[in-house]
């Protein structure tokens, strides 16, 4: 079974005249791949995914795993609204060479996505998924909450592996990692949470804030694992500030931006998103320059 261990970045989709720009992403991944991090993420939320064609998730799959193959695992975002299509993405995941999927909750009918509905969904995807299932829980974005209670049921099938909580609720954390089996691996879905997650019992992290220091996000978890609390905690404080930067305050073109300002290809994000303008650009600048990691060497 896929082992759920260490840091993974959720890499931004590149775009480049309305297209996905793939020799952009080739040299974004030189730097990913050759970095500390344990993993990356594509069609994550900092991917785009809602954003692409049915098309282009499949062929994305494909580049990124055909690249990363050998080198790092990949884990695929293939959430849907429908439970035939998620079963469809995760079944093109496994041909792509897709290590694990990143299912995150249907949304768009709320008021019907009940702790029943949700189950019966993960567990049909779970079922005929050919790659271990990771849950992905965004209310943020999804305006969903998988519960502890969820999460702990849904952790006894045998192809459920864990969790990505980017919902913040650190108690919430707590009772899935208290309560669930203990192969099922808790991931924290936020930099800014990572040490407090870590200490509660999680096995790694989904982070934005690793698409652009990703040798620093990857020590806070080796710092901790290896004893050294207070280092771990110091380097979370400092981490702080820049992922609220490229998360809730500017998102994903503030990501992208942020990606520029170290040598990579960001772009424009894809329409409706805008970009970043030019004041909220170098106000970026001076909060990743506060950190003492920036700016990184270039690939």
Known sequence: MFNLHGIYAPIPTPFAEGKIAYDR????????????LAGIV???SNGEFVLLTPQEKEELMRFVCVRAKGKKPVIAGTGAESTAETIRLNEKAAEAGADAVLVVTPNYYKGEMTDPVLARFYRDVADASPLPVILYNMPRNAGINISAKLAVELAKHPNIIGIKDSGGNIVQIADIIRSAPADFSVFAGSASFLYASLALGATGGTLALANIFPNECARLQALFEAGKMKEARDLQMNLIDSNNAVTVRWGIPGLKAAMEMI??????????LLPTGEADREELRKILTRTGFFPQPKV
């Open 25 to 36: 992403m080739e040299e974004n991944l030189r730097f990913w791949l050759e970095s500390d």
């Open 42 to 44: 594509v069609m994550g």
């Open 263 to 272: 040598g990579l290809y960001g772009g424009a994000p894809r329409p409706p």
